[in-house]
């Protein structure tokens, strides 16, 4: 299984970033998705997810409203489209896939499940 995240990179307060992940080694559609943050010297935060078919996403609230999680099943990638961004959205991001057993369930603001990770993309929001 690969996750790879792109789409990172400097942006001023109030900008706007897309982060994509491309997925290989793995049935995409059948398994849910997540991103998940990491800013500096904190722990990672779940930050949004969203169900096999695109239909059902969950935020964590500290971006709800801001920010919009998608899929393509057919071209095995998620996406997040990231607006109003904040100082406090600076982090390192990751794409990540929750286990199968999990599956279909409403996600929490936890990190359980989460079997495979990408990388990350830095996000960097500053003046």
Known sequence: VQLVESGGGMVQPGGSLRLSCTTSGLTFSNYDMAWVRQAPGKGPEWISGILTGGDFTYYAHSVRGRFTISRD????????????????????????RRGSSYS????????????????????????
Do not use: I, K
């Open 73 to 96: 099943n057919a071209e095995n990638t998620l996406y997040l489209q990231m607006e109003h961004l904040q100082p406090e959205d600076t982090a390192l991001y990751y794409c990540t």
């Open 104 to 127: 279909g369930t409403r996600f929490g603001l936890h990190l359980h499940g989460l079997d495979y990770w990408g990388q990350g993309t830095q996000v960097t929001v500053s003046t």
